[in-house]
């Protein structure tokens, strides 16, 4: 089982809409959630950053994390062409190394 | 400010040869992360790499190795190539061992045939 599961998709949206993306993780020593975007031929960015259980909204994004349930959601809301890209879930104990999910590609429809 | 520099972008090699990537670290960080990133799949940690010693290793096997050098910057080298190396390799800068956000170049493609 991996330490962080992530649907590859892809993830086909209108302009304009809700998106929802999700992970689960097994590592119950996780302490911090991320998302990073990977743009095609680029390398990740981080888009969110959280620590433990909770929500963080910045701008038209929302992280959500879900210990109980480890449980991990990334949502944007209104959509824009831009946003396609590679969404990547990460956690990590506050070690030195980042256990990253597939990813899920996103494209969004003009 | 200047991010993650890497070279080369793409390479090919064939099975059984060597190779070395190099990574600049964004100004003001001591430390280096490598990633590989499969087809398909996210990256994977290899090894960090903090004043100049290795602080940390994934399950990748010795053929996998690393340097860095005082200006912080960083090789990765492998050997005895093999099909399946074939992938995005990633280097992530930081400042200090915690990776809180890791700064990640945009990676050289490696093509083993």
């Known amino acids: 089982q991996k330490e962080v599961e992530q649907d590859p998709g892809p993830l086909s949206v209108p302009e304009g809409a809700i998106v929802s993306l999700n992970c689960t993780y097994s590592n119950s020593a996780f302490q911090y959630f991320m998302w990073y975007r990977q743009y095609s031929r680029k390398g990740p960015e981080l888009l969110m950053y959280t620590y433990s259980s909770g929500n963080k909204e910045d701008g038209r994004f929302t992280a959500q994390v879900d210990k109980s349930s480890k449980y991990i959601s990334l949502f944007i809301r209104d959509s824009q062409p831009s946003d396609s890209a590679t969404y990547l879930c990460?956690?990590?104990?506050?070690?030195?190394?980042?256990?990253f999910g597939a990813g899920t590609r996103l494209f969004v429809k003009a | 400010e200047t991010g993650v520099t890497q070279s080369p972008t793409h390479l090919i090699k064939t099975r059984g040869q060597q190779v070395t990537l190099r990574c600049s670290s964004q100004?003001?960080?001591?430390?280096v992360s490598w990633y590989q990133q499969a087809l398909g799949q996210g990256p994977q940690f290899i090894f960090q790499y903090y004043r100049e010693e290795e602080n940390g290793r994934g399950n990748f096997p010795p053929r996998f190795s690393g340097l860095q050098f005082p200006n912080y910057s960083s090789e990765l080298n492998v050997n005895a190539l093999e099909l399946d190396d074939s992938a995005l390799y990633l280097c992530?800068?930081?400042?200090?061992?915690?990776?809180?956000?890791?700064?990640f170049g945009e990676g050289s493609r490696l093509t083993v045939l």
């Open positions: 990460a956690s990590h104990t506050g070690g030195f190394k980042t256990i």
């Open positions: 992530a800068s930081t400042a200090g061992t915690w990776t809180g956000e890791l700064f």
């Open positions: 100004s003001g960080h001591n430390t």
